[in-house]
């Protein structure tokens, strides 16, 4: 990316994140397509309308993991999953705070409960209270919040395991585990779109804790990912990330030591991505400078 781009994207970023941080986070195509697909005989992911979502059906309801970005988008999940099951959805939990994660909650049933770490519902407060068009809706906030590094909850007779190891794409990640069918949603801690993580610093996301949190992921007995953005995953796929992601914070940490700029450094990387928000070497420059 060349200065001038950068300029326009900083400008773009800080004219753009005190107003409405969450309609930022909305960005990944909200009209794609839905599909779905089948994992186990009661577990599926459905892609299209923004973050994926997994279904789970339980003995008498179906518990959901992200629930897409508009009201729109929350009532074709909802279309879909009758298509699965005539159980009623009873249960969402959700991976982070971005609003094509959490805002087709919108469509969802009143009476219906929402699990998320503690700081993914202050950071819905926070965006709700700053107001405009990616507030959450207010009627749909998390009804239930994790505070432990690890819960295990049994819903609906299913097993979940739900972690959250150190903020990393956010400060409020959630890591839904089913330890039964070796299955990991993995929210926005692995979004293929791009090849290096996202890191919202605005939302006190940050890189060394998404690399504590992508390798005790990885860790998990676990042989299927569903990550926030894009294709299923191997553990393979996740392992080769963090090694990209590892070994170019460790450049960025290399060159910051020898005084180089977030310029120099870019170009010495090739940091192209035409990105609106910024990259993994802008964050670790800006963590690793600071220290
Ligand atoms: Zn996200």
């Known amino acids: 990316m060349n200065r001038r781009n950068l300029l326009i994207n900083g400008l773009r970023w800080a004219s753009l994140v005190p107003v409405t941080a969450a309609a930022m986070s909305q960005a990944p195509t909200p009209a794609s397509p839905f599909v779905t697909h089948q994992l186990k005989p009661n577990i599926y992911w459905i892609e299209g309308g923004g973050g994926n979502s997994t279904v789970i059906v339980g003995t008498n309801g179906v518990i959901v993991v992200d629930a897409k970005t508009t009201k729109a988008g929350g009532q074709e999940l909802l279309d879909d999953i009758t298509k699965i099951t005539p159980k009623p959805v009873t249960t969402v939990i959700l991976t982070h705070s971005d609003g094509d994660h959490v805002n087709g909650l919108a469509a969802f049933p009143a009476g219906l409960k929402v699990i998320a770490h503690e700081n993914n519902k202050k950071e819905q407060e926070t965006a709700l209270a700053a107001g405009g068009r990616g507030a959450p809706p ?82 998990l007995d676990a042989d299927t990912f569903v990550p926030g953005h894009g294709s299923i995953q191997t553990k393979a796929d996740i392992q080769k990330r963090i090694a990209d992601a590892e070994a170019r914070r460790a450049q960025v940490k290399e060159m910051v030591a020898q005084g180089k700029s977030l310029d120099e450094i870019k170009g010495a990387l090739g940091d192209n991505d035409k990105l609106n928000y910024k990259s993994w070497i802008e964050v670790c420059y800006e963590e690793l400078a600071k220290k």
């Open 138 to 219: 207010a009627d749909h906030l998390p009804t239930q919040v994790t505070t432990k590094n690890k819960e295990t909850l049994t819903i609906d007779g299913e097993k979940l395991e739900l972690f959250h190891w150190a903020p990393a794409h956010t400060s409020g990640d959630l890591i839904v585990y089913l330890p039964n069918e070796k299955i990991v949603a993995t929210g926005d801690i692995i979004a293929t779109s791009n090849p290096y993580p996202r890191i919202h610093d605005e939302k006190h996301g940050s890189t060394e804790g998404w690399i504590t949190t992508a390798k005790e992921m990885a860790a």
